[in-house]
């Protein structure tokens, strides 16, 4: 392989930030979708487009905090233990930056018993799934 065709493949850590990044996104898609499920409205595959509508003010939330406070360094990815603390903690800030905005979009007060099935629902999926990954990335390496 050339050296001008090496240059265009992404890093390790390029692809550590975007298999994270993805899988945040379809964590936060699942959430939604579970709780749009549990209220009765669409929210199979047909239904992908009002999903990521009802995902959108959590993703926003987690996406502006997540690299602020390190849910995406490398020394992160492959340490289970901090893994999950950095996933808790921004999800802790996170959570109400995306009630807020939901409640700005939807023009309605957030019920307290829906933000506290959120902040479970959501620290589950992402602890699950970033856990999953930072134990991968641990035996890899």
Known sequence: MALHEQSHAPSTAGRRIMLLVVGDALALMIFAAIGRASHGEEA????????????????????????????YRADVAGAPPRMLAHTALTWLIAWPIGLGLRALIRQTTIP????????????????????????????RA
């Not at 009802?54 to 905090?65: Q, R, S």
């Not at 699950?128 to 641990?138: C, K, P, S, T, V």
């Open 112 to 139: 307290l018993s829906f933000a506290l099935v959120t902040f479970i629902t959501v620290l589950t999926i992402m602890t699950l799934w970033r856990g999953a990954f930072a134990l991968i990335a641990a035996r």
């Open 44 to 71: 199979g595959l047909t239904a992908l487009a009002q999903v990521a509508e009802t995902a959108a003010p959590f993703m926003i939330g987690w996406f502006a905090v997540a690299p602020l406070f390190g849910a």
